[in-house]
Every structure is written in structure tokens, then in C-alpha cells.
């Protein structure tokens, strides 16, 4: 599987993935310096079925995130935002955007707006830069373009970040406007948000403090409960005149990126030998403004370099913010090697690639896929003698020395002294003032409804039931098919094909059929909506019951009224002259059809999994999977059929994959699926067509194999138990397949 590990003991981390891989809620997950944003961003990635988008609200932001900036994914236009704002069209208000106006900007180009249709789940990282009017923007064009008048268009929205952290940035002008409409620019006083609350979940397990004293000092600045006792703790460490020797590799944190050129420029000048500049390879469109290193990164040897990525590979020999010092530059190879005071192994490291995506949506197979429209090569290296408390945000110091002089600005004592690890390594340049440590009032009182939420676990499993019930409802609304059928039946008397009258007496009978299935549908929602609202009393028993029979109704239905209607009108059409692109339209109206089939067919597992209050969380999880698991399986047989290919099984698809060397991330992200359902593919084929040593390693697979021998008649649980937590219920079935139990 992947080698992605978590710490399953993490309680509120866990919760937290529950929330936005079984619920629809919107979530706000948060935290202090070091307990884990980035890390559950990228599990989040890694290990969730939906359809999503990661977007952050800078270029650089959005790259080290994985995704794409918000303004490149609505086409968001640079200015402020208030919605019924009456607009003088002269030059002042060039930069103010109604309603009206916003859409007369904007670009909503057809595959953008199917974007915007599927998405299930927009991740928004580094949340405290998003300005509150930006949000209420996103939520205008998501409720116009999903036809749905919800909260971000029925969109869940997952925002990560610290709002302690760098705060949004507004110009005077700007916020002469916004005032009279906003209590702040900060995201959450957006306008949607006051009728729809976000629930909050707080990361509090610390991987990057340890120092309880320091930890206590960060907590209260957070606060705004520093005391002067503190303050002058924090002011003990100022040593104006500090000069650090070569070989305990401070870093300086500076409040402008002038004075960290200067000292970084200084440093690097005094060194002696040549000075060598490493050029990016910059490829395609990849805007200057997000790259994500420097363009041109001069380096010699004795150099003090800090690594600006995490090493991807397994012995994870370095992490972003490491400082090390230049040993080698070999230019014919392409490789700089990296040595650290602590005596950790030299690294040897080569040009790293950057991506600039797009996100496109394909129909076919369901998918929103990545699409690169440009790259960024560069060493992972920065020299780090300097740097601005801005880009140090995300890293971690041993060292630091900390100059700001008079000019610290709101958030930036915080984010410059949680980048250590402890009060040992602090040096203070500049007497910390007393009002540089108060935090705004609105994100302390924000934050604190988070600590409020004691009844977490109630909120998840009625947060789960309520999502259920949504798939529920869906599953039954039948406007989407109607439009499409009823668009394609409008554009028929433009169209110049072979039996276009035949065409068009037929597709007033499917609309027909489609109509009156519609009513039904429409009947049978108000029925569940009456069903599921009353929350301290609702009959699952009675809601299976119903939803059973409904189906039952509506299946035949669709087989014989639209699937196969509209099979045979395809295989008759499709040798006509002048209709290939007509054919194409009607295979795409047919994949929708059978999207549709396969949802009631999932009404069923859903319903009954409401009647099964039991065990519901292990029910939630088997949902989750095997609803879009199916789903993925049809839109795939589909595509082999209009191929005209064998149709494969879906374990032999993911083998055929594997066996072509895609890693099973790659094979989950092209199919769509999450890692664990790969794995479980490929363990199918252990034994046979691959290697157990192909899934997992030897010295694992060793301990199981020893366990299960002395075990012979215990059950997969049982062995589990005698394994540990680090050994997984499929890595004992690997153990069982290669014994042949």
C-alpha cells in the first residue's frame, strides 16, 4: 500500500476524517504549529473517494498543497466582492464586483462548469488568507452553476489552516468598502457562513514542540493571555549582538525579503571557492509568481542550505526546513550533496519537479483529473543563513534567530517563534513589544467555539446519518436526467442527420417517460424528507421498507423504458450518415442513465444500512467504499463497451495496471479509486501473478507468517491481536494467501 503513515491513536484526527470522507458537512479543521494540517491534507488526498479539488489562495501556497489557486478555479477576478452593491461604473469602482458584475467576468466555460457540477469535496488550504468576501463569491458561483441555492451549492467545503497564523490581506480602500458589510475580512465572517456553521475540529497532539514551557508561552499568545512573566521570559533570550558560529546553523527570520537577501547575499559572498548558479528548468505555463524555489539558486560549497521539501523517498533522510551545509556540487550529474551538524547520513539530492495543474472533468469515467499544464525542476534547496517569517511558515528550526526590528506585523511573533522547537535554540534580535503579542479578538473568540464542541462524536454520526440521507434523496432526483434529455430534444431541429424526424418522435417519448418517472421520484422525496426529519424518531425500518419498493418500481422502468430503448436507438443511429457526433451525445446521455441505475441501486445498501443502527460505523465505512467502488466498476464496463474491448474485471484491470509498473497510488488516482482498494485487488492475485514481497515488506511478511503457523485456528481478528497495530486485516490475508489458507 501506500507508504503514508498515520497515527491512528490521534484521536481528533480521526474524527476528522470521518467527517469529510462520511459526511457533507462542512469542516474546518485547525490547529497549532505542528500538530498536523499538512499531514492530514495529504491523507486526505491519499485515502478519500470523492471527487475533489485542493486549491489554496496563493501560487505558492497552492503548490506546496498540491493543487491550484482559487482564483484559477472560479476565475476569480483581483477585487473586492459585495454582492448587492449598487455600482457607479466609473473608474473608483473598477475594482468592485456585484453579483452581476462578477458574472460578467468570469469564464465559466463548459467543461469548467461540469468541474464545478461534480466536484464532491473542495479542500481550501491556508485558510487565514482567505479574505471573507472571496468566500462569499465562491459560494454565489457554486449556487449558480450547481442549480442549487445550499450553502456553496450543496459543495462540502474542507478549510485547513491556522488562523493565528498570516492574516488575510485587505488595502485601506478595500476595507472602506467591505466594512459596511463585513465585522472582518477574515473567512469566517463571510456572509454564508453566519446561517450555515462550520463544525470545528482542533489538532492539538504537538509532533513539533516538546518544550511544555515554550508550548504554554505559544498557547497564551494565542490567547491573548501572555503575561508580562512570559514576555519576559520570550525577552531573555534578546542578544543584540549575537553573532553564531558557522557550525550551529542558525537561521535569521526577518520580517521583509530585502534584509533576508542581504544577510543570505552576505554570507555567501565571504564564503571562498566559485559560485555556481543552478538554473529551474521551467517547462510549459508556470506562472513566475508561484514558483515555488528560486528561479536561480547560487550556491558554493560551505553554503547553509535548509531543504524546502519533504524527501519523498522511504528512508525520509530530510524534511522541509532541515538545514544542512553544501558539500559537493556536481554539475555534469546533477546532483548537490547536503552534510548536517547533527551527523545524520549525507544526502545527495537531484532537480525536484513542481506541477501546475488544472482540474478537467471527465465524464467517462467519472473523474476529476489533474491536468499539467506546466512544470517547475529545481534543487530543493534555498540558502538559509535568512528568510522572511512569511516563508518560514509550514517549517521547523532547531535554531532560530529572530530580527523583526520595529516592524512586527499581526501574527507574525507567532508564526516566527512556533517555527522552533524549543526555547533553547531561540535568539531575539529585537526587544519583543507587548502589543506585537495580542491576537485579534474575533479569531480567539472563533477559535474557542472549536474547544466548545465536547459532543463531537453525537455531531458525527448525526452529521453521517443526515449525509445518508442526502445520497438517499439523490438517488431519486431525476431533474438532471430530464434536462439533459429534454436540451438534446430542444437542439434536434438544428441538427442536419439521416432520420432526424425518427430521432425526434423518439426523444419525445423518452422526455415523456422521463416526465412521468420524474413526478414519482418527486413524490417519493417528499415522503423521505418527511421520514427523515423528525431526527429523535425516525423508522428505518419503515424508510427501508419504503425505499425497497420504490426501487423496485423505478428499475424495470429505466431498463426497459430508457436503457434499453436508447441502446437500440444508438445501435440503428450509429450507421446513418451524418450523425457520429449525435451518437456521441446519445453514449454520454446512456452513461447517465446507468449512473443513475446504479444510484438506486445503492438506495438499497444505503437504506438498509439506516436499519442497521448496530454496528453503524463499521456500516458507514462498507457504504462509503462500495457505493463509489460500483459506481467506478459500470463507468468502466462502459468505456471497455464503447471501445468494443473484452470487458475486464475490475481486480484484473488493477493487475494489469500493476503489472505495467504503476505504483498503486497511481493505479487508485487513474482509476479513480481509493489505495486500499487496489491493495485488496492485488492481494487476490498473491500467489500467482504477483510477489507478496511486491505489497509488503519482507520483514513484515516474516512476523505474520511466523504468527499464523503458531496459530493455525485463530480467526484474522485473533491474529490481529498477537500482530499489533502497525499489521493490517489485508496483510494477514497476504499471509493467509501465500500459506494457502
Given at each position: ?9 490521534n484521536t481528533a484526527f480521526m474524527q476528522a476524517v470521518a467527517f469529510v470522507n462520511q459526511t457533507n458537512q462542512n469542516v474546518f479543521i485547525t490547529g497549532k504549529a505542528g500538530t498536523g494540517k499538512t499531514t492530514f491534507l495529504k491523507y486526505i488526498r491519499e485515502h478519500s473517494y470523492k471527487k ?303 506541477e501546475n495543474i488544472r482540474y478537467n472533468y471527465d465524464k467517462g469515467q467519472d473523474q476529476i483529473k489533474e491536468e499539467i499544464l506546466g512544470t517547475f525542476s529545481q534543487f530543493p534547496l534555498r540558502l538559509a543563513w535568512a528568510i522572511t517569517i512569511h516563508k518560514s511558515q509550514g517549517l521547523t ?273 487513474k482509476r479513480g479509486m481509493v489505495a486500499g482498494t487496489i491493495y485488496g485487488h492485488l492481494i487476490n492475485f498473491v500467489g500467482t501473478e504477483v510477489e507478496a514481497t511486491e505489497l509488503i515488506d519482507q520483514g513484515k511478511l516474516d512476523r505474520i507468517l511466523d504468527v499464523i503457523r503458531a496459530n ?30
Amino acid at each position: 500500500m501506500s507508504n503514508f503513515q498515520v497515527d491512528r491513536e490521534n484521536t481528533a484526527f480521526m474524527q476528522a476524517v470521518a467527517f469529510v470522507n462520511q459526511t457533507n458537512q462542512n469542516v474546518f479543521i485547525t490547529g497549532k504549529a505542528g500538530t498536523g494540517k499538512t499531514t492530514f491534507l495529504k491523507y486526505i488526498r491519499e485515502h478519500s473517494y470523492k471527487k475533489m479539488a485542493i486549491t489554496a489562495p496563493t501560487g505558492v501556497a497552492a503548490m506546496n498543497a498540491g493543487g491550484t489557486t482559487l482564483h484559477s478555479l472560479f476565475w476569480l477576478p483581483f477585487g473586492t466582492f459585495v454582492e448587492d452593491y449598487e455600482l457607479r461604473w466609473d473608474e473608483q469602482d473598477s475594482h468592485i464586483y456585484n453579483k452581476s458584475r462578477l458574472f460578467s467576468t468570469i469564464k465559466l466555460t463548459k467543461q469548467r462548469r461540469a468541474i464545478l457540477q461534480e466536484l464532491e469535496l473542495l479542500v481550501i488550504d491556508e485558510v487565514s488568507m482567505v479574505r471573507a468576501d472571496t468566500l462569499d463569491a465562491i459560494n454565489v458561483i457554486l449556487q449558480s452553476v450547481r442549480r442549487d441555492m445550499r450553502p456553496f451549492g450543496g459543495l462540502q467545503v474542507l478549510f485547513i489552516g491556522d488562523l493565528y497564523q498570516l492574516p488575510p490581506v485587505v488595502k485601506d480602500a478595500e476595507w472602506n468598502i467591505l466594512r459596511d458589510h463585513y465585522s472582518s475580512v477574515f473567512f469566517f465572517n463571510a456572509k454564508i457562513l453566519r446561517d450555515s456553521p462550520l463544525v470545528m475540529l482542533e489538532l492539538n497532539k504537538i509532533y513539533r514542540q516538546q518544550d511544555e514551557g515554550f508550548i504554554s508561552i505559544l498557547n497564551a499568545i494565542r490567547n491573548n493571555q501572555c503575561t508580562n512573566e512570559m514576555l519576559a521570559t520570550l525577552n531573555s533570550y534578546y542578544q543584540k549582538d549575537f553573532v553564531p558560529k558557522e557550525e550551529e546553523q542558525y537561521i535569521t527570520l526577518t520580517s521583509h525579503n530585502r534584509n533576508a537577501d542581504e544577510i543570505n547575499s552576505a554570507k555567501l559572498a565571504s564564503l571562498s571557492g566559485k559560485m555556481l548558479n543552478l538554473k529551474a528548468v521551467v517547462k510549459d505555463d508556470f506562472a513566475q509568481g508561484s514558483y515555488p524555489a528560486e528561479e536561480t539558486l547560487s550556491l558554493k560549497i560551505g553554503a547553509q542550505v535548509m531543504f524546502i521539501r519533504n524527501d519523498s523517498g522511504d528512508e525520509r533522510k530530510y524534511y522541509n526546513g532541515k538545514i544542512g551545509t553544501v558539500k559537493h556540487i556536481d554539475t555534469i550529474q546533477g546532483t548537490v550533496s547536503v552534510t548536517f551538524p547533527d551527523g545524520s547520513e549525507e544526502v545527495t539530492v537531484k532537480r525536484e519537479t513542481w506541477e501546475n495543474i488544472r482540474y478537467n472533468y471527465d465524464k467517462g469515467q467519472d473523474q476529476i483529473k489533474e491536468e499539467i499544464l506546466g512544470t517547475f525542476s529545481q534543487f530543493p534547496l534555498r540558502l538559509a543563513w535568512a528568510i522572511t517569517i512569511h516563508k518560514s511558515q509550514g517549517l521547523t528550526f532547531q535554531k532560530a534567530i529572530i530580527d523583526a526590528g520595529t516592524s512586527f506585523a499581526a501574527g507574525q511573533v507567532y508564526v516566527a517563534l512556533s517555527r522552533l522547537t524549543s526555547l533553547d535554540g531561540l535568539v531575539l534580535k529585537s526587544i519583543i513589544p507587548s502589543y506585537a503579542i495580542r491576537t485579534d479578538y474575533q479569531v480567539v473568540e472563533f477559535a474557542q467555539r472549536a474547544q466548545s464542541q465536547s459532543n463531537i462524536n453525537e455531531i458525527l454520526e448525526q452529521c453521517q446519518r443526515n449525509y445518508l440521507g442526502q445520497i438517499l434523496m439523490n438517488g431519486f432526483r431525476w431533474d438532471g436526467l430530464l434536462v439533459e434529455t429534454s436540451e438534446l430534444l430542444k437542439s434536434m431541429e438544428e441538427r442536419n442527420i439521416d432520420g432526424k424526424e425518427k430521432a425526434i418522435q423518439f426523444f419525445q417519448e423518452i422526455v415523456k417517460q422521463l416526465q412521468t418517472q420524474e413526478k414519482v421520484a418527486h413524490k417519493f422525496i417528499v415522503v423521505l424528507y418527511d421520514l427523515l426529519r423528525d431526527k429523535d424518531a425516525i423508522d428505518y425500518d419503515l424508510i427501508c421498507e419504503r425505499s425497497t419498493a420504490a426501487v423496485n418500481w423505478f428499475l424495470p422502468r429505466m431498463d426497459k423504458d430508457l436503457i434499453e430503448a436508447l441502446t437500440k436507438h444508438i445501435e440503428e443511429y450509429q450507421i446513418r450518415k451524418r450523425t457520429k457526433k449525435y451518437v456521441d451525445e446519445l453514449k454520454a446521455i446512456l452513461l447517465d442513465y446507468k449512473r443513475k441505475r446504479e444510484q438506486l441501486q445503492h438506495c438499497l445498501i444505503i437504506a438498509e444500512t439506516l436499519s442497521k443502527r448496530e454496528d453503524f460505523q463499521t456500516a458507514m465505512l462498507d457504504v462509503a467504499v462500495q457505493v463509489k467502488t460500483k459506481e467506478k466498476e459500470v463507468l468502466a464496463a462502459q468505456s471497455a463497451d464503447e471501445e468494443g474491448g473484452k470487458k475486464l474485471d475490475t481486480k484484473d484491470i488493477s493487475l494489469e495496471m500493476f503489472k505495467e509498473g504503476m505504483t498503486i497510488a497511481d493505479i487508485a488516482d487513474k482509476r479513480g479509486m481509493v489505495a486500499g482498494t487496489i491493495y485488496g485487488h492485488l492481494i487476490n492475485f498473491v500467489g500467482t501473478e504477483v510477489e507478496a514481497t511486491e505489497l509488503i515488506d519482507q520483514g513484515k511478511l516474516d512476523r505474520i507468517l511466523d504468527v499464523i503457523r503458531a496459530n493455525p485456528d485463530k480467526s484474522s481478528s485473533e491474529l490481529k491481536m498477537l500482530l499489533g497495530a502497525d499489521i493490517d486485516y489485508p496483510d494477514i490475508k497476504i499471509g493467509q494467501k501465500v500459506l494457502g489458507l
